[in-house]
């Protein structure tokens, strides 16, 4: 059977925005998803199973600033992956922007294929995920500040240097106490940027996220930017650092932008990935993969640029 080329715009379900994506079939790949180990609800052997459920073979799990999630898989013996579900080690770098350099605010970029255990990327990680917990105890500070407090709820949480937490995890609390009516509700009016407990993120810039993935053996892949075909510039400085590939299929992409990105990325020899970034608050993963198209050969792209970028 000839696999479908694309997506499309017909058959859009009644509260789908306009030109939603539609896959023509079930997504085999997933290049972006989230655990516990972060700011994702499922544990990663929930995820894989979830998935692989869903008819994923081709899943990375990136969580932010970490690979516990990976590892914890990893040393799992005694729960293999499920049966034909292939794993990619991941990452994703929350990187911020600054004088000087490309972008502006904060970028995330996706490693495909690190080496989990390379001790410099870890170190680095590690960095970022103590600039997490710093940002995370300030931003508990301001709500309290403000009339929100939720000290009760953080003193049940593990604070590990292995999670990587973030706004998400304060978020949820926030809608638990009534404070918001969702997790985007309290980003959009509290959490997010000029909102009142608002906190600038500090850590690797674009241009160091993009190097120490490259030099971990990785693929490195700008993350959900829907404004590159607009900065080609721009992202040739990224190239020029060593960026690899262009997250073209991200589920929250609307049909036109997939198109764009996906013919910028072609346009600049960038291998198109795509996923869901599952985190787990909008439904299950059954729900979120229902809504992604990732063709084949994006999957055969990303394994031959992982083989070629490894150690």
Known sequence: MTEPQGPANVGRHAGEPRDAVVP????????????????GLLTPTSLVQAAAAAGVRLLAITDHDSLAGVRALNAAAAAPLPPGLE???????????????PLSGEIHVLGLGVDSADEVLEARLAHQRSERLRRFRTIVERLREIGMPVDEDVEGLDLTDDHALGRPTIARILVAH???ASVDDAFVRLLGGGGPAYVPREGLGPLEAVRAIRDAGGLAVLAHYAEAPRM????????????GGLEAY??????????????????????PTGGTDYHGDVGTYAEAHAGLWVPSAAGAAVRAAVAATAR
């Open 178 to 180: 009534g404070h918001a």
């Open 24 to 39: 023509p079939a079930p997504s085999t790949i997933d290049l972006h998803s989230h655990t516990i180990h972060s700011d």
């Open 232 to 243: 080609p510039r721009v992202i040739d400085e990224l190239m020029d650092a060593g960026l």
């Open 250 to 271: 991200h589920r929250s992409f609307d049909a036109p932008t997939v198109a764009a990105m996906a013919a910028f990325a072609a346009e600049r020899r960038l291998v």
């Open 87 to 101: 794993l990619v080690p991941g990452v994703e770098i929350n990187a911020v922007t600054r004088r000087g350099e």
